[in-house]
Structure formats: C-alpha cells, structure tokens
Nanobody, 129 residues
Framework: QVQLVESGGGSVQAGGSLRLSCKLS????????VGWFRQAPGGEREAVAT????????HFADSVVGRFTLSPDRPKKMLDLQMTNLKPEDTATYYC??????????????????????WGQGTEVTVSS
C-alpha cells in the first residue's frame, strides 16, 4: 500500500506561481510511474505531468508545456510540480498518483490515469483573472 499526501494548493491571480508537493510513502524502482493529474469542476480527470521512472521519460499536457515542471526526488520520496504563469483554466483539484508494482502498457508511458493504482486525496488550485 502506497500513501500519497499533497500540499501546496491555494488561490493565486493569473500570471502567478504555485508549487505543489507530493510525499509518497514508497518511491522505488518498483514505482513505474509518478504524476500529477487534475480535475476541474464538471470536467474529466486529465494528466498534467507524468514521469516514467525507468528512463525518466516525462510527458506534459499541451496546455501546460513551458509553464509546469516536474521535480522528482526518489530518495526523499517527493514529487513536486512547479506551476508558473498560471491561468484561470488551470483551476482544478490536483492529484498526485503513482503506479507501484503494476505493469505499464500505454504510450506515452504513464500518461493514462488507468495505469495508476495509488492516488492522493487532492489539493485545490484556484486561479482568478
């Protein structure tokens, strides 16, 4: 069982920045995928930024490319998401997730939420215009 705890959400104005942190109870070579997902009110959950542990392949949603970066720290069991130049459409609940001990089959690797078997409870991000 892997626990994930997110922190760092809040309210900012458009153009501002936030850093989300995720503390994992397990983050080893068996953790095939780690990532951040988000779900806006009335919307579907989407992958924001994901990382395939074996090889370090990262994938970002088109809408956040150039604005969001991932900072994984496997020894510290942390996965941070740095968000800059935030826009109102970034408003959502952000979830940290991990695939631990399960196979990965999609391409790009780790970009499908169905591949993740552990999830945090989420942290709210609100961006006002």
């Amino acid at each position: 069982q892997v626990q994930l705890v997110e922190s760092g959400g809040g309210s900012v104005q458009a153009g501002g920045s936030l850093r989300l942190s995720c503390k994992l109870s397990e983050y080893t070579l068996e953790t095939a995928c780690v990532g951040w997902f988000r779900q806006a009110p009335g919307g579907e959950r989407e992958a924001v930024a994901t990382r395939y542990t074996n090889g370090g392949f990262e994938h970002f949603a088109d809408s956040v490319v150039g604005r969001f970066t991932l900072s994984p720290d496997r020894p510290k069991k942390m996965l941070d998401l740095q968000m800059t130049n935030l826009k109102p459409e970034d408003t959502a609940t952000y979830y940290c997730a991990a695939n631990h001990g399960a196979p990965t089959t999609t391409w790009p690797p780790c970009s499908d939420s169905a591949e993740y078997n552990y999830w945090g409870q989420g942290t709210e991000v609100t961006v006002s215009s």
